[in-house]
């Protein structure tokens, strides 16, 4: 069973980093296991002291709900699925896990071959510039976001790509 190292976890938040000061933003960074349990944290110098929180609560999402279905490969397609049936269902969520459940751009699932085996958020910037980021850094180290032989039934990929598209996301194609 593939796991997340701590010293890939430390080359992402690294990189992250290192483009979160090019851009001048800084950011916390987060990984988290498949089930959704903290990895690795940091907070740049001059984030916001609520990052970290957001950042972890980014990464636990995208684990939590990657792991239940496909429909969901970053938090994009999640904050679009629920704006679309039902709002009031994404803020019960984030109630019952103790405010667990966030829904922004800059967070994805981490994939090893077909296994699911984490998710990252950053948090710091608006919702591009954590996407920005974590894209750039993800691409780097060589993570991968989806599983390496996709499964994704064709029905569920034309509802992903049709959630990209109403979000104005014409790059979201799976």
Known sequence: MP???????????????????????PVAI????????????ERMDDAGFITPDIATSK????????????RF?????IQQWFKERNPQMLINASIFTGGK?????????????????GAYGVSGGTSDQDEIMAIYAREKVGWAHRAQNDATPPEVRQHIEA???????????L
């Open 3 to 25: 796991k997340l190292k701590i010293a890939e976890c430390r080359e992402f938040i690294q990189t992250v980093s290192a483009k979160a000061l090019d851009m001048k933003v």
């Open 30 to 41: 987060a990984v988290v296991n498949a089930e959704g349990h903290l990895l690795a944290l």
């Open 59 to 70: 990464a636990f999402t995208v684990a939590a709900f990657r792991s239940m279905s496909p």
């Open 73 to 77: 490969p970053d938090g994009l397609a």
């Open 101 to 117: 459940v966030v829904v922004s751009g800059g967070c994805a699932p981490i994939f090893k071959g077909d296994e699911m085996v």
């Open 163 to 173: 959630l990209y598209r109403k979000a104005g996301l014409d790059t979201g194609k």
